[in-house]
Structures are given as structure tokens and as C-alpha cells.
């Protein structure tokens, strides 16, 4: 099984260590999983491209870097038609965040799951067995409104988590969606893209599904970099928009 892990990462140097070690783990207790890792730095002033390099032995890793800061729906667009580019049709891809809240222990279950016939497959706050540690309680509440707003708008069955960025995509799945709809699969709307891909994939008739996630805000290095307001407003205009196809 031969696995691409996308990492979108802006200014991540002190995280990065942590997560290439949980993933060079991954691959020694499991021979039968092959990983690949695409780190796009967008354009960091801590060296976390350096970083990358340094801490990449024992590990297939291509560190791409944008000239300018494209923010994180351009970079994780990147790093996924990279991803899409290199993969064959039956490998997954699974996209992460670089800050060490994502254990990539959970790689393993995703990818399970998408052998069992989904096509995407998120680790999700709100399924049965989710442990979410360092998240203040007034984000947990808008995370929990916006998912129930989301449930309500525009339904996915199997799907509470809508925004979490932790997933495992079937290869071929999202290369034909990528040929289909080209940069536009994409969302301009920052860390919004997360919710504007999936709802056009479950358009395009995705087999969808989650796990429970184990979030670890209290491991990561640096502090957040999510404007929440700004996301709140973009999410919700994406969401409309997929929803009555505006735009």
C-alpha cells in the first residue's frame, strides 16, 4: 500500500521533527505500508524547508517551496496535484496539518478504511471515541455550531466533520475529480478550502466516512494560525455557495 502524505506548512520548523518521527514509526511497524512525503513550505521564515531536508532520513520526502505566501488553500492545492500528479491510481492520499496536533498513527485506519471502499475518509472531532486535547472551549463551540450548520445545509451521509483537514482521498477518485474541475476543486477562502473541497467531491458522488480523531493541540510548537472570524465567514459563503450552485 503505497501512501502520499501531503503537509501544507508555513512557519513549522519546531514541529516538523516530531511528525517526520511519527511517520518514519508508522513505516517500521507496518512493512506493508510504502510512504511518500510532500512538505509545501509556504514561503517560511524559520526554515522550515531546511528543516524538512535535515529531518528527512529514513523517509521519501519532496520539499516543495512557493515563492510567495499563496496561504493555505494554494499550498495545499500544491501539494495535492502534486500528490495527484505522482500517485497511481491505487495508492491514497492523505492530507495533514504540519503542527503536530495530527498523529500520523491514524494514518493506518484512514487508509483501511479506504481500502474497504470509501473514497474519502476524515478523522473526525465528533464520532464516538474522538479525544481532542488543548482546544480552547469557545472554539470547540463554534466547531460544534459550524458542523451543525453544515449537517443541516448541505448533508454528506457518514459525515460530521466538514472542516478538519486530517483525510485520506483515494487516488483515483481525486485525480478524475482534478481532471474534471481543474484549480476550481479548490476554494480561494483560506483554511475554508477544507470545506469546499469535500462538497464538491460528495457532488461527484463520493463514497464518504470518518474515524474518530485524537487532536493533540497541546503538542504543537507556535500559535495558531487560523484567523477565526474571517475562516467563519469564508466557510459559510462556500458552503452556500456549493449549496444553491452560485458562482
Known amino acids: 500500500m503505497r501512501i502520499w502524505v501531503v503537509l501544507p506548512a508555513y512557519n513549522e520548523a519546531e514541529n516538523i521533527p516530531a511528525i517526520f518521527t511519527g511517520l518514519r514509526r508508522l513505516g517500521r511497524d507496518n512493512y506493508r505500508l510504502e510512504l511518500r512525503v510532500i512538505l509545501v513550505d509556504d514561503c517560511s521564515s524559520d526554515g522550515t524547508s531546511e528543516v524538512a531536508k535535515s529531518n528527512a532520513s529514513e523517509l521519501a520526502v519532496e520539499v516543495l517551496r512557493n515563492e510567495r505566501n499563496l496561504g493555505l488553500d494554494g499550498t495545499f492545492m500544491r501539494g495535492v496535484r502534486r500528490a495527484a500528479e505522482m500517485a497511481d491510481d491505487d495508492d491514497i492520499i492523505v492530507c495533514m496539518d504540519a503542527d503536530n496536533t495530527h498523529l500520523p498513527s491514524q494514518i493506518l485506519r484512514m487508509a483501511r478504511n479506504i481500502e474497504e471502499g470509501r ?129
Request: a positive charge; one cysteine or more.
Open 119 to 247: 473514497d474519502v475518509v476524515i478523522a473526525s472531532r465528533y464520532q464516538y471515541g474522538a479525544v481532542v486535547r488543548g482546544v480552547p472551549r469557545f472554539r470547540r463551540f463554534l466547531s460544534g455550531g459550524m458542523s451543525l450548520v453544515f449537517r443541516m445545509v448541505f448533508p454528506i451521509p457518514g459525515v460530521r466533520d466538514y472542516s478538519c483537514g486530517y483525510r485520506a482521498y483515494r487516488a483515483s477518485f481525486l485525480k478524475m475529480a482534478l481532471r474534471k474541475h481543474g484549480e476550481k476543486l479548490f476554494s480561494k477562502g483560506g483554511f475554508a478550502c477544507m470545506v469546499g473541497i469535500l462538497l464538491k467531491l460528495h457532488k461527484e458522488d463520493a463514497v464518504c466516512g470518518e474515524v474518530p480523531i485524537v487532536l493533540r493541540y497541546d503538542q504543537k510548537e507556535g500559535q495558531s494560525k487560523m484567523p477565526i472570524a474571517s475562516t467563519i465567514l469564508s466557510t459559510l459563503g462556500i458552503l452556500f455557495r456549493e449549496r444553491f450552485n452560485i458562482g
